[in-house]
């Protein structure tokens, strides 16, 4: 699946499931007040179930809401990286990270959770250069000409032969030569 579309998708799931774990949590904080009140009147100890089910079940959604905002992180810094590295022919981790203002670390974390999500296709970390290695799949004879393309999905620009079709090898998308 391109990325570009992959990248939509993940977006939308997020945010829906986002949504969702609010309610459940906001359902399972109004269960745990009810059930609270009913201990100390006329349930008794048989409401310490529900009062365990429905504060464990608050207490997952309020974790896993803790790890979509931080998917939505990854995802909103997507765009702004391929930018970045189509700008760049080393693809330097430590080039993007300055240009991003953020410790290395964090950005080679960001890259890997992008891996991760199939952002990037087919790339992983050289971890001993510090760069991000998308493999070319294209091999340009020397009586091609070329263009360089930007794409209409991430912004990266790509070699493409002229009068071919072609895909960006950041999102996977077909771009016209």
């Known amino acids: 699946m391109k990325s570009d579309v992959k990248l939509m998708i993940l977006k ?27 201990l100390f009147t006329d349930g008794g100890p048989s409401m310490i179930i529900p009062i365990l089910i429905f ?5 997952f959604c309020v974790i896993k809401m803790k790890k979509n905002r931080k998917t939505a992180a990854t995802l ?13 022919d080393t ?16 950005t080679i974390a960001s890259l890997e959770q992008m891996i991760k999500l199939s952002l990037f296709c087919n790339a992983y970390i050289d971890y001993q250069n510090n760069t991000l290695v998308i493999p070319k799949k294209d091999i340009f004879g020397p009586a091609d000409k070329l263009r360089v393309i930007k794409c209409g999905c991430c912004g990266a620009l790509t070699k493409v ?3 071919t079709v072609s895909t960006c090898e950041f999102c996977g998308a ?3 030569g």
């Open 174 to 176: 077909y771009l016209q």
């Open 76 to 88: 909103n810094k997507f765009t702004e990286y391929v930018a970045r590295l189509s700008n760049d």
């Open 55 to 59: 504060g464990g079940l608050g207490a």
């Open 161 to 163: 032969v002229e009068g």
């Open 91 to 106: 693809r330097s981790i430590v080039k993007l990270a300055q240009g991003m203002r953020e410790d290395m670390n964090v």
């Open 12 to 38: 939308a799931k997020n945010k829906s499931s986002y949504v969702l774990l609010w309610i459940l949590t906001v359902f399972c904080g109004i269960m745990l007040i009810g059930a609270f009140g009913a």
